[in-house]
């Protein structure tokens, strides 16, 4: 992407910069220039004030004999912000400041006069100390009565504050005597609540211990006063007896039993529900449902059933002859009755 700001110029094979014109300008000549109020100063024809960095387009030339060590002096002229007067000001490179020149005054002048005064001072006294030792000597001399007067001024402005001052000792004494009760008196309540709390402790301690043990009491006491009853061991025998007679008898074949009986024997009865009028339902079923319900019917019988060989053929005579709707039974029903016989072995 080429630059949007072409610095480079196109110089063509011909060119020849000595065919170029010359211009002849001014020494004088003046360029506009944008800057800020080097410092505080005020217009000495309206007496507005004009603070230090405020911005001016100001025209700048160069001051005409006047250079410090080779270095250009420039002069710079601006206008009253109110009334349009013209002030001017140059460069100071000897003081690395800005000098006033016409049009308004400086402020803080007076400060910065006496600070100039101070270093051209101190400068002068060490050029003459370099050059004459006893210069040295009787400066010093001078030196040391002036901190001794500067002490003892001190000393008696102290002392005249202390006469002034009227002071109460027995106040005083009062006051710290308080003070000193206080502390005593928070002292001692912080004793006693740290001896409350452990006190308080200690008993929680003991409490916790006495009711553990007391607990542990009423757990063991419980196991030594369960007793059984004797019945209970009368009604298990019976249980026991009743289910050995009963498994006998069907070994044996001796007994017929009711298939209801022994179903319920064998079968564990669930919670009866309230179930919808059977007759409704049977009307509504199709003949396909009404089969495929008393084949599952005769399923269910079939896995309450005991294992081959342990009851006889007329056993699942007489329970096939039990079942709901046998009078109308249809071959399907049959044989599934009669899979588990021993013909069909």
Do not use: W
Request: overall charge negative; aromatic content about 6%; some cysteine.
């Amino acid at each position: 992407m080429s630059e949007r700001k072409v610095l480079n110029k196109y110089y063509p094979p011909d060119f020849d910069p000595s065919k170029i014109p010359k211009l002849k300008l001014p020494k004088d000549r003046q360029y506009v220039v944008r800057l800020m109020a080097p410092f505080n100063m005020r217009c000495k024809t309206c007496g507005e004030y004009i603070y230090k960095g405020k911005k001016f387009n100001a025209r700048k030339e160069t001051v005409q004999n006047e250079l410090y060590l080779g270095l250009p002096i420039f002069r710079f002229y601006i206008k009253c912000t109110r009334c349009l007067a013209e002030i001017t000001f140059k460069t100071d490179p000897e003081n690395t400041d800005y000098a006033m020149e016409h049009g308004a005054t400086r402020n803080f002048q007076a400060e910065k006069l006496i600070e100039e005064e101070e270093k051209r001072f101190q400068k002068e006294r060490e050029e003459e100390e370099l050059n004459n030792p006893m210069k040295v000597l009787e400066n010093r001399t001078k030196d040391s009565k002036m901190e001794m007067e500067v002490l003892e001024n001190l000393q008696e402005l102290k002392e005249l504050n202390q006469r002034q001052a009227n002071v109460d000792f027995e106040a005083m004494l009062e006051v710290y005597k308080e003070t000193e009760e206080e502390i005593r008196r928070r002292q001692e309540e912080e004793d006693e609540q740290e001896m409350r709390a452990m006190m308080e402790e200690a008993n929680r301690k003991r409490m916790l211990v006495d009711s553990d043990s007391d607990e542990e009491g009423s757990e063991v006491k419980p196991k030594h006063t369960i007793k059984a009853k004797a019945t209970d061991i009368l009604v298990k025998n019976d249980h026991v007896q009743n289910k050995k007679q009963r498994g006998e008898k069907l070994e044996g074949g001796s007994l017929k039993v009711n298939s209801r009986q022994l179903l319920s024997v064998l079968v564990t009865r669930k919670q009866e529900v309230a179930q919808p009028d059977k007759s409704k339902q049977d009307n509504t079923k199709t003949d396909d449902e009404k089969i495929a319900l008393k084949v599952t019917e005769t399923q269910n019988y079939k896995l309450a059933l005991p294992s081959k060989g342990t009851i006889p053929e007329s056993y699942t005579k007489n329970v096939t002859s039990n079942l709901p709707g046998s009078s109308g039974l249809s071959s399907l029903m049959q044989l599934g009755a009669y899979s588990d016989s021993e013909e069909s072995d």
